[in-house]
């Protein structure tokens, strides 16, 4: 099992960044493809980004591509999204999983204009 704790999120201008973290705990983390998913309101959650175990390669959805990085540092057991240039339809709360299984609570981003 793995327990896993998301921060960072915020009221945040259109335009603006913002670094979002995950803390990991419990089972090896490094064993794990981490992802960031996001659920904005009334639609279905999304994932927006996902980072390979050691190697660490990056997928993104076309819509986050070229604003957010995904990242991770395995020696802590954290997960990190930075997110540039904000946009409106980015408010969301943000999620936290680990290999598909395990989930966060989440962290709500709000975007303001």
């Known amino acids: 099992q793995v327990q896993l704790v998301e921060s960072g999120g915020g009221l945040v201008q259109a335009g603006g960044s913002l670094r979002l973290s995950c803390a990991a705990s419990?089972?090896?983390?490094?064993?794990?493809?981490m992802n960031w998913y996001r659920q904005a309101p009334g639609k279905e959650r999304e994932l927006v980004a996902g980072?390979?175990?050691?190697?660490?390669?990056?997928n993104y959805a076309a819509s986050v591509k070229g604003r957010f990085t995904i990242s991770r540092d395995n020696a802590k057991s954290m997960l990190y999204l930075q997110i540039d240039i904000l946009k409106l339809e980015d408010t969301a709360v943000y999620y936290c999983?680990?290999?598909?299984?395990?989930w966060g609570k989440g962290t709500l981003v709000t975007v303001s204009s």
């Open positions: 999983n680990a290999g598909m299984r395990h």
């Open positions: 980072i390979t175990t050691t190697v660490g390669n990056t």
């Open positions: 419990g089972r090896t983390f490094s064993n794990y493809v």
